[in-house]
């Protein structure tokens, strides 16, 4: 039977429904929950980013500032308007835009420099350490989602194989624990592994397979386990199509629910980020 496609735009609705009363009685005490996002230079795919963000943060109710620099600003410059914002009452969340011309290094260096109390991204080693710690703060937006997705099949975890292709932090290694934490018997793939020729061999045995390597069509569909719930992060611009990291058409002949490209994991990682800017300023009105 061909899988349940989990609908990445629907559930992401979800949430933002059930974030909107949040928001209200937020505003009700006198807190207008604000995001700042922090951009610099010019770049088409950002700017795509910046639009489905602050589409999302008006539905919800939440104040999108828009902070945008030239290419040629310098690292110190961003840095002290990051310590402003880190110190203005009135902005509960910040988000630096990557990547920035200044390169990845400074691109580290000023995503650490935000208040841990504000890094809705989820990003700073504080917020990751504390997903180490089993007690999350912001968990990063896009390992945020996939659990979404996966919870919302109703699938028990426990105890489930599960394999996790790619090893980013922002990605693959955050999602790694989330899982772990929910008592899945967890593998972790890289590169390493597809040159053992032995990728293959993890994917087929997972019953919960996440997938984030950014190479379009990557896992071909014969590979998926009869009733696994497969969950593609991946987005590869072939042509003018934008697909994912697994073959769709042969995975979801197998698969039991399984996320499209586009239309799954992105939609709902924009929702994630509400959601924590939502927290953000829950947890800062609470002191
Ligand atoms: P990175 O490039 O940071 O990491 C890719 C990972 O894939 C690496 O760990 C790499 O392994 C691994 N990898 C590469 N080739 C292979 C292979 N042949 N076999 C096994 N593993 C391999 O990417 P990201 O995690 O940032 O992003 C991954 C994808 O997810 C991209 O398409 C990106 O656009 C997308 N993405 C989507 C988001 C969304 O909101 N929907 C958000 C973030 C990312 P190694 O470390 O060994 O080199």
Redesign the pocket.
Known sequence: MPAQILDGRAIAGKVIEGLKEEVGALKAKGVSPTLASIMVGENPAIEVYIRSQRRAAEEVGIEYQLHKFGAEVSEEELASFIDRLNEDRNVNGIILQLPIPQGLEAATRLQERISPEKDVEGVSPANMGLIVYGRPRFVP??PA?VMELINSTGVDLYGKRATV?????????PVALLLMDKFCTTSV???????RGE?RDYVERAEILV?????AN?IPGDWIAEGAIVID????RVGDKIV??VDFEGAKERASFITP?PG???P???AMLMRNTVEAAKWQLRG
Not at 189 to 195: I, M, Q
Not at 211 to 215: E, P
């Open positions: 937006c896009t989602a292709v790619g090893y980013s932090e922002i990605v693959g290694r793939c890289r590169s390493s592994t597809s040159k990728l997938v984030a390597i950014g190479k990557l992060c991946g987005i590869n994912g990291d490209v799954g994991v992105g709902v990682t924009t």
